[in-house]
């Protein structure tokens, strides 16, 4: 399988993923917009709150095609973030007072200059310095083998992606092998002690439905995670995190050539939790990606929606401009207000 910017789908433009959020079952009404909806629960518009946290992409590049994958990121990607940026990226990250670091891809490990990145950026003294990983990386070449002692030097936090506790669940969302490959890491880093518990090192997991409806409840879900890695592989961790698949990018061409867009998109709508708007993410994260432009969230800068400020660019950084901007919001958005909400950190709310 390969990208949609590879395979030139028309998807991979981000207008066109745009325009039909804006046109369809939006448009005629069937369904109300986003800014509707939040106009409804008097929450529009959507304004940040304290900046906690700084999350960078640092390119699109992975060693695997998900089928959900958001971000559109495989093998054949090659949009990296240069040294340059990184460290325009590091300057700005001590003006603006942020405490996480949250670094993510694509595989965020075949950065060529990663290792540089998360040694730099330790020395800021972040409180909570934070590295997505898709688990298969630590062991897809000889070269990522000594990840975990890395990550463990540095106090990294790993966040890793684990659709399912079971081989096949997993496989089909994100290709032969990978449920193994990520067993063995999940070992790998639980040897140097991750997610046992004294040692400080957290450990925690990524969970995404493998189709199109939302996620169970994340305490059940955590439970019956944690019950099956125990039994079936001695396998530990901290906490799971339930995510909802946004209709973006590679998840929206599955809905679209399932034809299951105006059913997921209906059953988003029908879930939406005026409770969960309070707690997106886009409240009290900026999202940088790997050419330095500046995203109210991870999901909006696939989309190319920048910030409404003066200064869209890492360059630009103002901290009162984004304190005081307006949060960009298309449709997509329904995804992190559905249910319990959803975040990179997980449920938003009970």
């Known amino acids: 399988m390969k990208s949609l910017a590879k395979r030139k789908d028309s998807l991979a433009n981000p207008k066109n993923q745009l325009a039909l959020f804006n046109n369809g079952i939006f448009a005629n009404g069937e369904l109300p917009t986003f800014k509707q909806k939040v106009s409804e629960s008097n929450q529009y518009p959507l304004k940040p709150n304290k900046l906690e946290i700084f999350q960078v992409n640092l390119g699109y590049m992975c060693n695997q095609v998900c089928t959900h994958c958001h971000v559109d990121a495989g093998p054949d990607r090659k949009e990296i973030m240069t040294t340059e940026t990184m460290q325009l990226c590091l300057n700005k990250l001590k003006e603006s007072g942020a405490t996480t670091l949250d670094l993510t891809g694509g595989a965020p490990e075949m950065n060529p200059n990663f290792r540089w990145f998360v040694e730099e950026a330790s020395k800021i003294g972040i409180q909570d310095f934070i590295?997505?990983?898709?688990?298969?990386?630590?062991?897809?070449n000889k070269k990522y083998y000594d990840l975990p002692e890395?990550?463990?030097?540095?106090?990294?936090?790993?966040?890793?992606?684990?659709?399912?506790?079971?081989?096949?669940?997993?496989?089909?969302?994100?290709?032969?092998?990978?449920?193994?490959?990520?067993?063995?890491?999940?070992?790998?880093?639980?040897?140097?002690g991750y997610g046992i518990p004294g040692t400080g090192l957290k450990l925690d997991l990524v969970y995404n439905p493998s189709?199109?409806?939302?996620?169970?409840?994340?305490?059940?879900?955590?439970?019956?995670?944690?019950?099956?890695?125990?039994?079936?592989?001695?396998?530990?961790?901290?906490n799971l995190f339930s995510i909802t698949n946004l209709p973006i990018s590679r998840f929206l061409e599955f809905l679209v050539a399932s034809e299951n867009y105006e059913d997921y998109m209906d059953e988003l709508v029908d879930a939406y939790n005026p409770s969960a708007v309070e707690n997106v993410m886009c409240k009290n994260t900026i999202s940088i990606d790997w050419n330095g432009n500046l995203f109210d969230c991870d999901f909006n800068q696939q989309l190319d929606l920048k910030v409404a400020t003066k200064g869209k660019h890492i360059s630009e950084f103002n901290?009162?401009?984004?304190?005081?901007?307006?949060?960009?919001?298309?449709?997509?958005?329904?995804?992190?207000?559905?249910?319990?909400?959803?975040?990179?950190?997980?449920?938003?709310?009970?």
């Open 211 to 238: 189709g199109a409806f939302l996620p169970g409840n994340q305490l059940e879900l955590e439970q019956e995670f944690k019950k099956a890695l125990k039994e079936d592989f001695n396998i530990t961790f901290n």
């Open 150 to 192: 890395f990550f463990k030097k540095h106090n990294v936090h790993v966040v890793s992606s684990l659709p399912f506790y079971k081989r096949g669940k997993t496989d089909k969302q994100r290709g032969d092998g990978v449920f193994d490959a990520s067993i063995e890491a999940l070992k790998e880093l639980n040897k140097v």
């Open 131 to 140: 590295v997505r990983s898709n688990l298969t990386i630590l062991r897809a």
């Open 319 to 350: 901290m009162n401009e984004l304190n005081n901007r307006q949060i960009v919001v298309s449709q997509h958005c329904y995804g992190c207000t559905a249910g319990a909400g959803s975040s990179c950190q997980g449920a938003i709310s009970d």
